[in-house]
């Protein structure tokens, strides 16, 4: 299977940062590879497909880019609402599997 | 809207089997352009990916390696559902349960819609 590593592991940072999180593939995987945001007891939700697609509704502050095996989601200005756990998944291999997971926190 | 609402028991002894159920809403289980999923989250595997049921021409289903000898995932087309039936748990098969629509089966794909999410413990 393809392994994902995500770094940091988790991060500290305050309303109106800058947060960028990393994303590596063990073997290239082209721009297969999405992102997801997950809150404390709620199941992940979909952020960004074809590594920089945003999906609809997602706000504009979150972005992705990176292809072959490395990649980042850049949120350009930390909201309250952000705090959360972020997962990247590679959709290369009909076997998904997905990044250990990036906890941002205040 | 796409809606998927889990049910099932939270709680399955060692050895038995774990039984869990996803009503699907806005969308046909029978849609020959998406995939049913099931993918468990624990703190020692992180999200991992179970298996899936799908129908083109006919019904099929992928499984992951390490639960392939264990696990079923079955279509209810008179219920608009799917299950994930999973033999033989011991407390590893602890983990929330989560059963996710896929947007295609080629390259690219993505999981767009996800269950509420079921914890089930393995225990005595």
């Known amino acids: 299977d393809i392994q994902m590593t995500q770094s940091p592991s988790s991060l500290s940072a305050s309303v109106g940062d800058r947060v960028t999180i990393t994303c590596r593939a063990s073997?290239?995987?082209?721009?297969?590879l999405s992102w997801y945001q997950q809150q404390p007891g709620k199941a992940p939700k979909l952020l960004i497909y074809?590594?920089?697609s945003l999906q609809s509704g997602v706000p504009s502050r979150f972005s992705g880019s990176g292809s072959g095996t490395d990649f980042t989601l850049t949120i350009s200005s930390l909201q309250p609402e952000d705090f959360a756990t972020y997962y990247c998944q590679q959709s290369y291999s009909t076997v998904a599997t997905f990044g250990q997971g990036t906890k941002v926190e205040i | 809207q796409v809606q998927l609402q889990q049910s099932g028991p939270g709680l399955v002894k060692p050895s038995q089997t774990l039984s869990l159920t996803c009503a699907i809403s806005?969308?046909?289980?029978?849609?020959?352009?998406?995939?049913w999923n099931w993918i468990r989250q624990s703190p020692s595997r992180g999200l991992e990916w179970l298996g899936r049921t799908y129908s083109r021409s006919k019904w099929y289903n992928d499984y992951a390696e390490s639960v392939k000898s264990r696990i079923t995932i079955n279509p209810d087309t008179s219920k608009n559902q799917f299950s994930l039936q999973l033999n033989s748990v011991t407390p590893e098969d602890t983990a929330v349960y989560y059963c996710?629509?896929?947007?295609?089966?080629?390259?690219?794909?993505?999981?767009?819609?996800w269950g509420q999410g079921t914890l089930v413990t393995v225990s005595s």
């Open positions: 806005g969308d046909s289980v029978s849609s020959t352009s998406v995939a």
């Open positions: 074809g590594a920089s």
């Open positions: 073997q290239s995987i082209s721009t297969y």
């Open positions: 996710v629509r896929v947007s295609s089966l080629t390259a690219g794909y993505y999981f767009d819609y």
